[in-house]
């Protein structure tokens, strides 16, 4: 059996409590080296086998899992954040299928809702936004034209944008067209929960010189909307005056 576990984005216990049990029980670790904090390996028993897949392909993996699972041993494949986000996990759960080895899926926190949970702040707020976009700028990896950034920024709604820190000025450019204004405001946050996390909060107007000062070029969440500054209703959920389910409201 292969467990494909999120570890969260950094700080090693944001992971979960079912990740972490099945991380001291695993006999082989696969973990992303480059994104996933070594810190993460202290909970592995002694004599289990560790592979760091920075410097692996595809093949390489799957051979390491078809190999312990043809020993009967339990295999851990440690993502960053959340799995099924950027996490490459599809082809190798394919590759899997065609070995008819099983496996399964422990998801974990993605670090943008850790970035937003270290700006303290909620995506979601009546009358500003209802709405989160999770993307990327095209990269080496190419992105369909309609998720084009400027299309999506026009919908004017709270956006999460990984991969992409490298590229801000293309990144603010896109996004003024899109949002139709420079006054949106912006939290970069690099390495959320890393001990070395930074935070980096302006507007689309000032936000790439921010970037450029600190010298940050990776490894960070670009955070946009009007959820981060200005004003919102309060929520009906907690209203004195409304009635739901579980709670008669005044009115
Ligand atoms: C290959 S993607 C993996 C995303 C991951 N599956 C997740 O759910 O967060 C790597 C990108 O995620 C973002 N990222 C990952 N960990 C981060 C962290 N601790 N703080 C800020 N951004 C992070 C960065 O944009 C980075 O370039």
Request: proline share 4%; hydrophobic share 40%.
């Amino acid at each position: 059996m292969v467990y494909f576990i999120g570890a969260g984005p950094g700080d090693v216990d944001l992971i979960t409590v079912k990740g972490r049990r099945m991380l001291q029980e695993a006999d082989v670790v696969i973990y992303a080296g480059s994104l996933v904090w070594d810190a993460h390996l202290q909970f592995c028993k002694e004599g289990c086998e560790k592979h760091n897949s920075a410097s692996m392909t595809l093949e390489e993996v799957i051979n390491v899992m078809v190999k312990a699972e043809n020993e009967g041993k339990l295999v851990v494949r440690l993502h960053t954040g959340d799995p099924s986000i950027y996490g490459a996990i599809r082809e190798q759960m394919d590759c899997l299928d065609e070995h008819k080895i099983e496996y399964t899926v422990i998801p974990g926190v993605s670090s943008f809702v850790a970035s937003c949970a270290a700006i303290k702040k909620e995506f979601t707020l009546p009358n500003v936004s209802q709405t989160v976009i999770i993307t990327r700028m095209e990269g080496r990896t190419p992105v369909p034209e309609k998720e084009d950034l400027e299309l999506l920024a026009s919908h004017k709604c709270s956006m999460a944008i990984f991969l992409s820190v490298q590229d801000i000025d293309k990144v603010v450019e896109k996004l003024k067209k899109g949002y139709g204004r420079e006054d949106v405001p912006v939290a970069v946050v690099y390495k959320a929960t890393w001990p070395e996390q930074q935070i980096l909060k302006g507007r689309l107007n000032n936000i790439a010189a921010k970037v450029k000062e600190a010298g940050i070029k990776n490894f960070s969440q670009i955070l946009v909307g009007d959820f981060i500054e200005g004003d919102y209703e309060r929520s009906l959920l907690y209203h004195p005056e409304f009635t739901h389910g579980f709670r008669e409201g005044s009115k």
